[in-house]
């Protein structure tokens, strides 16, 4: 049956993936977005010209963090268009570690006020799923691992990490006074084709076609739960079940050494790495690695796309849309 769901930062890397299999499931989707410059608004306008083909699909421009202007867009949409909303998928987010060191404010205006906001539109419209996209930054740099859903997250080493966890606990409250059916998922280094310019497997992928310096901070040793965007994704539809308030992880279940994927990448571009090493940013963990037992046994979900795969799809993509790739501001 064809249901209709909002989707925020519905121009953004994992939220048009998720957007485009909703649509593909037959679904309508209300798009917003404020196409910020976070990182290159260019890769977002792509990314949204492609969703744009589909008639089910209808965007509007909001930044979610202005309280009126998120009231009175859903407002008058209700007011034109009574259909009930399935859910809520609620990705629009500020990313990034570093990022988030130098400007913080931005980060808890949008992350927090932003989930906050979005959570009163599913109270005032009655939509009976919310689900969030959340972060592997929360576990910090433990050295426990795998890192479970239960484990201690009250100490973020990032102001992006807070604001995460900030979103969670707001949407909480939201499930234990309004009965907002929620999920959280935590994400785990989503790479993929059109993926953010600003993160490693973009970075490496540009720097190697086209000969640059590679910029590699610490020792390049530190370990990630990379994750390919459509396995994501996929997790984070089968999320909108009806639940109560879950935390689940998606992540590949297979940390990798950040050098072995860009050697990786090497081969697949034939390139030879020029390397430049710098100090590891204070905020950057040494180490993720995801359980994702809860995502088997509550969504019937596990990843399916390998490492190598997913690289090589990333470099083709790049390959395939070079003169536009290649002049994006990472």
Request: glycine residues 6%; contains cysteine; aromatic residues 10%.
């Amino acid at each position: 049956m064809s249901e209709r769901y909002i989707v925020t930062g519905a121009a953004g890397f994992i939220a048009s993936r998720v957007s485009q299999l909703l649509l593909d499931a037959g679904h309508e989707v209300v798009g917003v977005d404020d196409l910020n410059d976070a990182y290159d608004s260019r890769l977002k306008s792509w990314r949204l010209e492609t969703l744009k083909k589909n008639a089910a699909f209808q965007f509007h421009p909001l930044d979610v963090s202005l309280r009126e202007p998120v009231a009175q867009l859903f407002d008058k949409l209700a007011a034109e268009d009574p259909r009930p909303v399935a859910g809520v998928v609620h990705l629009a987010a500020r990313a990034g570690v570093r990022q988030s060191v130098e400007t913080p404010h931005i980060y808890v205006e949008t992350n927090v006020a932003g989930t906050l906001n979005m959570l009163e539109v599913c109270r005032k419209l009655v939509v009976p799923k919310f689900v969030l996209a959340s972060t592997s930054s929360l576990y910090g740099d433990t050295t426990q691992s795998p890192f479970v859903e239960e484990m201690d997250t009250s100490r973020p080493l990032s102001p992006y990490a807070a604001s995460k966890k900030g979103a969670e606990a707001m949407a909480f409250s939201y499930h234990y006074l309004h009965g907002v059916d929620t999920s959280v998922v935590r994400y785990f280094t989503v790479y993929g084709p059109a993926g953010r310019p600003d993160m490693s497997v973009f970075r490496f992928v540009r720097q190697l076609v086209e000969g640059d310096e590679i910029s590699i901070f610490g020792d390049g040793k530190q370990t990630r739960d990379f994750t390919y965007v459509d396995d994501i994704a996929r997790g984070t539809v089968l999320a909108l079940k009806p639940l109560g308030y879950e935390i689940i992880n998606l992540g590949s279940d297979r940390p990798v050494a950040l050098m072995d994927v860009l050697t990786k990448i090497a081969q697949f571009a034939g390139k030879t790495p020029k390397l430049k090493f710098y100090p590891a940013h204070p905020a950057d963990v040494q180490a993720t690695w995801a359980n994702v037992s809860k995502a088997k046994r509550l969504l019937g979900w596990e990843p399916q796309v390998l490492l190598d795969q997913g690289l090589r799809n990333a470099v083709d993509w790049y390959l395939q849309n070079r003169a536009f790739a290649s002049t994006l501001n990472m």
